[in-house]
């Protein structure tokens, strides 16, 4: 019988690898990684890196050993490893054949949606040029409201724009582990849904002096990989040849599996995970129903109330009476407009808005479930 970790071997194309700071504060640990990397072309996977370390790297060029408190000194520190980073990822990749290139994002690139393909279609370009591509968050200008979190949700988020079929965490730890009366046990193998307890059980990174994030972290990676319908592989980075244990489908690490293994359309993927909501829907039993159950449009007659400052084209979160946000989709009109044919027939809406409008409020194609 095929395992989890053989079948995605077998049938994924794309990888999206990430490594972590307090992996890379060991520069000697970039030409073990590129090396890898190496090896996994020649079995003929796309990979895209996502790398932390540019401020850690910083931190080292200037003789540091804690983490700067202040924003304006962690920009500084990024700006100036990120220069450094890139340098000797490039180093490495040559000595295989191939060049890297660097990728600096904040949260608002991918949430526009002419930026968000412009920078998929720069991915595609790059790997169809048998370039590497180096993503990273461009923690010199990013701000609060800019950010994605840490480098692990920046991952899933680029797993799901490039539809790749396996996202590989590295980090300082044989995986994710049990955690009993407090202390932590044996690493789990296989986690086929990520609930409440294991939440819980994850631990935080310990050593915030370097680095955010930790094994939460890595779970919320996790969700956004697996509603994408793919597969997330946490395993240990300390390990030379990890890359190639996992291609090669052993039981190291943690596999986090999807509840439905398959693509969700790039579009929807978009609209899930990257847009931003101008606005809010709430819709009675009949409509959630009928978007969740039977896979229709939502039509104006199931609205109850709308909320927010919208026009045609922008993101609504649609919810439940009872505050459960149900799916996010685009809008066929604007705020004023939802506001005048809430509740009404779609037949009503030639008469109500003194033009021929969409049937649907929301149409089908355009939203994509959250729950359900």
């Not at 800019?146 to 965490?169: Q, Y």
């Not at 978007?291 to 922008?314: H, N």
């Not at 809008?331 to 008469?351: D, L, M």
């Amino acid at each position: 019988m095929t395992s989890h970790r053989e079948y995605i071997v077998k049938n994924c194309k794309n990888i999206v690898v990430k490594v972590g700071t307090r992996l890379l504060t060991d520069s000697g640990r970039i030409p073990i990684l590129i090396s890898q990397i190496a090896a996994l072309r020649e079995r003929g996977y796309q990979i895209i890196l996502v790398s932390s370390g540019a401020v850690g790297i910083g931190m080292k060029l200037m003789s540091l050993n804690k983490r700067p408190a202040k924003l304006a000194e962690v920009q500084a520190l990024a700006s100036l490893g990120q220069a450094k980073l890139i340098s000797m990822y490039n180093d490495e990749c040559k000595k295989y054949g191939f060049l890297a290139s660097q990728l600096l994002l904040t949260a608002d690139d991918l949430r526009d949606r002419e930026r968000h393909v412009n920078f998929l279609n720069c991915i595609h370009s790059l790997l169809a040029n048998n370039i590497l591509p180096i993503v990273n968050e461009n923690d010199a200008v990013s701000v609060a409201e800019l950010k994605f979190g840490d480098n692990d949700i920046l991952a899933g988020l680029m797993a799901s724009m490039t539809l790749s079929e396996l996202t590989v965490i590295l980090t300082t730890e044989t995986g994710l582990r049990e955690k009993i009366d407090g202390k932590l046990g044996q690493r789990i193998s296989v986690v086929e849904k990520i609930t409440g307890a294991l939440k819980n059980s994850a631990q935080g990174t310990d050593d915030s002096n370097l680095s955010i994030g930790g094994m939460i972290s890595k779970l919320r990676a996790a969700e956004i990989v697996n509603a994408a319908g793919d597969y997330l592989w946490v395993a240990d980075g300390r390990i030379d040849d990890i890359l190639i244990q996992i291609a090669d489908a052993k039981d190291v690490g943690t596999l986090f599996l999807p509840k439905l293994p398959g693509h969700l359309q790039a579009r929807k993927r978009w609209i899930k995970f990257f847009s931003k909501r101008k606005g809010k829907l709430i819709i009675d039993d009949g409509a959630i129903q009928a978007i969740a159950q039977k896979g229709k449009s939502l039509l104006p007659s199931g609205v109850l109330e709308v909320e927010g400052a919208f026009k045609r084209g922008d993101t609504l979160e649609i919810f439940s009476a009872q505050g459960e946000l149900i799916a996010r989709g685009l809008s066929n009109y604007s705020v004023e407009e939802c506001k005048q044919i809430a509740g009404r027939k779609s037949s009503e809406i030639c008469s109500v808005l003194e033009y021929a409008g969409d049937p649907e409020l929301v149409h089908r194609d355009n939203m994509v479930l959250i729950t359900h």
